[in-house]
């Protein structure tokens, strides 16, 4: 299974950038599909997740109200829609995908994207 992420960009504080995460195949035994983060200096965090069959979403405290997480079955997609940004949400983010485990963790994703980079300019 492979994921290619999209959509990272130079935007303005304030703006509003969409990423977009998409499979290869293989997707019949997800549970969640994530979106990570990390900054120069700082390890890895979750942003949020989204359960593959169902409703659930999950958002990190910091982006709760101004990122939303989407996902598509029938074409294998997961979108974030990211509004309001901030400096703080500089960072490289990636899409994963998780058949068990902990939505949060990292180490429950066994499938990760290259990476997008996001920078927030003030």
């Known amino acids: 299974v492979q994921l290619q992420a999209s959509g990272g960009g130079l935007v303005q504080v304030g703006g509003s950038l969409r990423l977009a995460c998409a499979a290869s195949d293989r997707t019949f035994s997800w549970q969640h599909m994530g979106w990570f983060r990390q900054a120069p200096g700082k390890e890895r965090e979750f942003v949020a997740a989204?359960?593959?069959?169902?409703?659930?979403?999950y958002h990190a405290n910091s982006v709760r109200g101004r990122f939303s997480i989407s996902r598509d079955n029938a074409r294998n997609t997961a979108s974030l829609q990211m509004n309001s940004l901030k400096p703080e949400d500089t960072a490289v983010y990636y899409c994963?995908?998780?058949?068990?485990?902990?939505?949060?963790?990292?180490?429950?994703?066994?499938?990760w994207g290259q990476g997008t980079l996001v920078t927030v300019s003030s």
């Open positions: 994963a995908a998780s058949s068990s485990g902990d939505w949060y963790k990292p180490e429950s994703y066994e499938y």
């Open positions: 989204v359960r593959w069959r169902g409703s659930p979403t």
